[in-house]
């Protein structure tokens, strides 16, 4: 192809010299405008947000770096107080992408969390404020290895054994909102101080190996493939990678320095290797059917086929997401809700199902815990199974009193509803600690669409 050089250089004539000066003064005056769409395209957009609310209510913040469709986030401060350190690190690391947020490749979203447990922060402990160890609550039974499983007893700093694991895996507030934001996450960076060394998840998991090498070359740290120390208990690295998450724990050697210049080689030597090392998140089959990723991880993070059965349908894909039904619930992906606790929710089938149904209020003065919204109460069984599985989110706030009813399986049962399924009691499965389940409202809300639509294609002949 004949090149604009070639023409300047040989075949230029004033007439064309002319022209050409016309040309570009017309493209000066449009020039600000070309520069600055120019220059929306190449730098990748910040964003502040708030992922969560601590114990205390304290926020829970992330800046955003780029909207790549790999989601890559560091935690920065899990430890509270001792680790203050890797606070600041976080914090100096969002000042640097902030002046330099063209450093973050194309095909990443970086997400930079500068605390996860403010309480502990502000009261200068390793703990949150129920003196729950953040980084021993998480539910680590979900990946392929025993010896990490969750447990109440743990190992903390310097192998000091405390019951500090929390009463039951994932019951803090805090450990709900990591949970929740990496749904849609595939690599996961959760920074802590002071051994001076960098491990990946403990299943073995390639990519985590990997990241966990180049992090600690980079940042001039020892890479080791196990913590060396102890057992390490339902940390966050350990469950990420039961997801898929590509996932490791930088250990500073301080307790007072960020160490920052080491840590953003190390971070600027994974996001460049980030082709390698992450991968978009991946679906899997259950019961012969396809479930799509933020699915698949919320069914399975939030209890899998014990609270929500299996899937019934394939899922109903569509351009902001997708919607699909399982025996107690329909789940819905809501691309729209990335980000925020709601990009995976059940539907209001509790709802749905009752909406001829009136159920008198409850009184708030004999209720052990009264929600105002709805005018409903939760107490004993229910109360407690509903605080284990996150119920607000699962379940969402009671819209009945329990009572007795005829249940799913035909038998007369204690029942209770809520906005998005419902719960029953079954006496016969109490020694085996099983006797709450939620109702087959899915099933239940499939059976009605049937005979609905069954009964409206009868109407139309
Ligand atoms: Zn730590």
């Known amino acids: 192809m004949t090149s604009f050089y070639q023409l300047r250089a040989g075949l230029l004539r004033p007439r064309i010299v002319l022209f050409w000066l016309v040309v570009t003064f017309v493209a000066s005056c449009y020039l600000p405008i070309a520069h600055d769409s120019a220059y929306a395209q190449t730098t990748p957009p910040i964003r502040d947000l708030t992922i969560g609310t601590s114990g205390q209510g304290r926020p829970?913040?992330?800046?955003?770096?780029?909207?790549?469709?790999?989601?890559?986030?560091?935690?920065?401060d899990t430890h509270g107080g001792p680790e203050f350190a890797t606070y600041n690190l976080a914090n100096e690391l969002i000042a640097h992408f902030r002046a330099n947020p063209?450093?973050?490749?194309?095909?990443?979203?970086?997400?930079?969390?500068?605390?996860?447990?403010?309480?502990?922060?502000?009261?200068?402990?390793?703990?949150?404020?129920?003196?729950?160890?953040?980084?021993?609550?998480?539910?680590?039974?979900?990946?392929?290895?025993?010896?990490?499983?969750?447990?109440?007893?743990?190992?903390?700093?310097?192998?000091?054994?405390?019951?500090?694991?929390?009463?039951?895996?994932?019951?803090?507030?805090?450990?709900?909102?990591?949970?929740?934001?990496?749904?849609?996450?595939?690599?996961?960076?959760?920074?802590?101080?002071?051994?001076?060394?960098?491990?990946?998840?403990?299943?073995?998991?390639?990519?985590?190996?990997?990241?966990?090498?180049?992090?600690?070359?980079?940042?001039?740290y020892i890479y080791a493939r196990y913590w060396p120390n102890y057992m390490i208990t339902g940390s966050m690295a350990d469950w990420a990678s039961a997801f898929g998450i590509t996932s490791i724990t930088p250990e500073l050697v301080s307790d007072v320095d960020s160490e920052f210049e080491q840590n953003l080689a190390g971070i600027r030597a994974v996001?460049?290797?980030?082709?390698?090392?992450?991968?978009?998140?991946?679906?899997?089959?259950?019961?012969?059917?396809?479930?799509?990723?933020?699915?698949?991880?919320?069914?399975?993070?939030?209890?899998?086929?014990?609270?929500?059965?299996?899937?019934?349908?394939?899922?109903?894909?569509?351009?902001?997401?997708?919607?699909?039904?399982?025996?107690?619930?329909?789940?819905?992906?809501d691309y729209s809700a990335a980000d925020t606790p709601d990009l995976v929710r059940p539907l209001d089938l509790g709802r749905k199902v009752t909406a001829a149904q009136e159920f008198a209020p409850a009184d708030p003065a004999s209720s052990p815990l009264y929600f105002e919204q709805t005018g409903h109460s939760l107490r004993e069984a229910f109360l407690y199974y509903w605080q284990r599985i996150d119920g607000e989110r699962v379940l969402g706030l009671p819209i009945s009193e329990e009572f007795w009813t005829r249940s799913a399986d035909g038998q007369m049962r204690i029942v209770q509803y809520f906005e998005r399924g419902a719960l029953a009691y079954y006496p016969e499965f109490e020694a085996s600690g099983q006797a709450v389940k939620l109702e087959p409202l899915g099933a239940l809300d499939l059976q009605l669409d049937l005979v609905q639509a069954a009964w409206s294609s009868h109407q139309v002949r």
């Open 271 to 333: 996001m460049a290797a980030s082709e390698t090392l992450l991968f978009p998140p991946a679906g899997e089959s259950v019961a012969g059917f396809e479930l799509p990723p933020e699915i698949w991880r919320f069914w399975k993070a939030y209890g899998g086929e014990a609270v929500f059965g299996l899937p019934l349908e394939e899922a109903q894909i569509s351009p902001n997401g997708a919607r699909q039904r399982f025996t107690n619930v329909v789940l819905e992906l």
């Open 60 to 76: 829970i913040n992330a800046v955003q770096f780029g909207d790549g469709p790999l989601k890559l986030v560091i935690v920065g």
């Open 102 to 220: 063209q450093e973050v490749p194309a095909n990443l979203r970086l997400y930079i969390i500068p605390t996860l447990n403010p309480d502990g922060l502000a009261l200068g402990m390793r703990f949150n404020a129920n003196y729950v160890d953040l980084n021993r609550n998480m539910n680590t039974f979900l990946d392929s290895c025993s010896d990490n499983d969750w447990s109440t007893t743990v190992q903390g700093a310097y192998g000091l054994v405390s019951d500090t694991g929390g009463p039951y895996p994932d019951s803090e507030v805090e450990s709900r909102v990591i949970r929740n934001f990496l749904l849609d996450a595939s690599g996961a960076i959760f920074l802590h101080n002071n051994a001076g060394l960098v491990f990946p998840a403990y299943c073995e998991h390639a990519p985590s190996n990997l990241m966990a090498q180049i992090y600690a070359e980079a940042a001039n």
